[in-house]
């Protein structure tokens, strides 16, 4: 059984920055393409950015790109989401997914989400 555990989220004064980390286990890990999405208060959820299972491509939202890293070690079943220059409207759930395939929509394994919360 897959499962993907998020962390690393919390409260930051805007322009701050935050890691955030997806554990993952019951899985091959080299095999899964990593996502991660945020859902904003009353908005729905969004994608944010995206690693393959090698760490080799990666894709990004606009609103994101050139502030936030995804990366990713694989002796640690693990990726990382490096949040730079956040701003208040980054605010949302924080959430990492895992399917065989890379896209910006279905994901087959969710974890639970980790809140952000950036403050001006």
């Known amino acids: 059984q897959v499962q993907l555990v998020e962390s690393g989220g919390g409260l930051v004064q805007a322009g701050g920055s935050l890691r955030l980390s997806c554990a993952a286990s019951?899985?091959?890990?080299?095999?899964?393409?990593i996502g991660w999405f945020r859902q904003a208060p009353g908005k729905g959820r969004e994608f944010v950015a995206a690693?393959?299972?090698?760490?080799?491509?990666?894709d990004y939202a606009d609103s994101v790109n050139g502030r936030f890293t995804i990366s990713r070690d694989n002796a640690k079943n693990t990726v990382y989401l490096q949040m730079n220059s956040l701003k208040p409207e980054n605010t949302a759930v924080y959430y990492c997914?895992?399917?065989?395939?890379?896209?910006?929509?279905?994901?087959?394994?969710w974890g639970q989400g980790t809140q952000d919360t950036v403050y001006s």
């Open positions: 997914a895992a399917d065989h395939l890379m896209g910006r929509h279905y994901y087959h394994d």
């Open positions: 690693i393959d299972g090698k760490g080799d491509s990666t």
């Open positions: 019951g899985l091959h890990f080299t095999c899964y393409f």
